[in-house]
């Protein structure tokens, strides 16, 4: 194909970072906004340059001029509007969480293996150059044998409202929202490791709302590697920004925002810190420009992405896990 369509589905916050993304990429084309946001989707798609407003997502199937879906809606949409335009061979790119459960998100990767479709997910900070650079130096060995870690994904004194704190269409509160930041950038630096056991304790303690604001999950892998993460809203400090890690081997330990690794050098420990890129703000859009250059590609070439459904579907059966945990009280056995 020469010229790739893409459909927009959703026109909340994230929608602009994809907008944007797409905008920078040659021989990309956005023909139709789909929304239900009325004059602000029309605003919406004057500000890119999208020529195509409807409500009607059905309206959208059988187009000859779109080979694949934006998906940026409320939770509870992704898995049944994946799964429709994966069934009339539409590739997909959904936000995280995948689904609102691991059950939703084994039907999707079915739909997706059946109708051999792409269907990538936004974990976008496997796209960001610090993570790799940590990723890098955690593969390479140089910290040894990685014993634990520690992941943050929390708002300070702030939390979402709208739709983000309705259970039925978000599936879940800042674990779902945030943790899974936490959770999906320490597996990538990790190199992808299965988890094997999950321990959470999650909890409503800020809002009123059916929801999570407070969570701390531990998750043993089967490197044998225990990595905790916290999830909140509204939490009065937090010890590292979105995504935020520590990492602690036997040779060394790393941190990622800020970006630097300490090497044990005889009796003492000897500083790295990395000459990165300047960063415009901490979610930049270098992340997403980077991670919709990556969806194009495998479109073009229908290889499978960096963040797929694997991907997508490992951190969901984590979440499930901690959501019946933190429940039960007891260690969820994966």
Not at 131 to 138: C, G, K, S, T
Not at 188 to 204: H, M, N, R
Not at 254 to 271: I, R, V, Y
């Amino acid at each position: 194909m020469d010229t790739i369509g893409i459909a927009l589905i959703g026109s909340g916050y994230i929608a602009h970072y994809h907008a944007r993304g797409l905008a920078e990429l040659p021989d990309v084309k956005v023909p139709v906004l789909c929304s239900l946001d009325g004059k602000a989707a029309e605003e919406f798609a004057g500000k890119y340059d999208i020529e195509e407003v409807t409500d009607q997502i059905n309206s959208l199937l059988g187009r000859e001029d779109i080979h694949a879906v934006v998906i940026a809606t409320p939770n509870k949409y992704h898995a049944p509007y994946a799964m429709e335009f994966m069934k009339n061979g539409i590739d997909v790119f959904v936000e995280k969480p995948m689904a609102v459960s691991a059950l939703q998100g084994k039907e999707m990767i079915e739909f997706a293996r059946k109708n051999n479709r792409i269907l990538m997910v936004g974990h976008m900070w496997r796209f960001d150059a610090e993570v790799n650079y940590v990723r890098d130096l955690v593969q390479s060995g140089k910290l040894g044998e990685i014993l634990k870690t520690k992941g943050y994904g929390i708002h300070v004194n702030w939390g979402p409202s709208g739709w983000f704190v309705d259970k039925d269409l978000a599936g879940g509160g800042a674990l779902a929202d945030m943790g899974v930041h936490a959770i999906d950038t320490v597996r990538y630096i990790l190199g992808d490791p299965q988890p094997k056991e999950v321990y959470a304790k999650i909890s409503t303690s800020f809002g009123d709302y059916d929801v999570d604001d407070t969570g701390i999950v531990m998750i043993t892998w089967d490197t044998e590697a225990v990595s905790i993460i916290e999830s909140g809203w509204w939490h009065p400090h937090t010890d590292g920004p979105e995504a935020g890690t520590q990492l602690f081997g036997t040779l060394g330990y790393a941190s990622l925002f800020p970006t630097f690794w300490e090497k044990k050098k005889g009796d003492d420990l000897e500083k790295i810190v990395p000459d990165m890129p300047e960063r415009k703000e901490h979610c930049d859009q270098v992340i997403y420009s980077r991670q919709m250059k990556h969806f194009i590609e495998c479109l073009r070439n229908h290889t499978s992405p960096l963040s797929g459904m694997i991907q997508g579907q490992t951190v969901l059966r984590i979440v499930d896990a901690a959501y019946e945990s933190a429940r039960t009280g007891k260690v969820v056995k994966l």
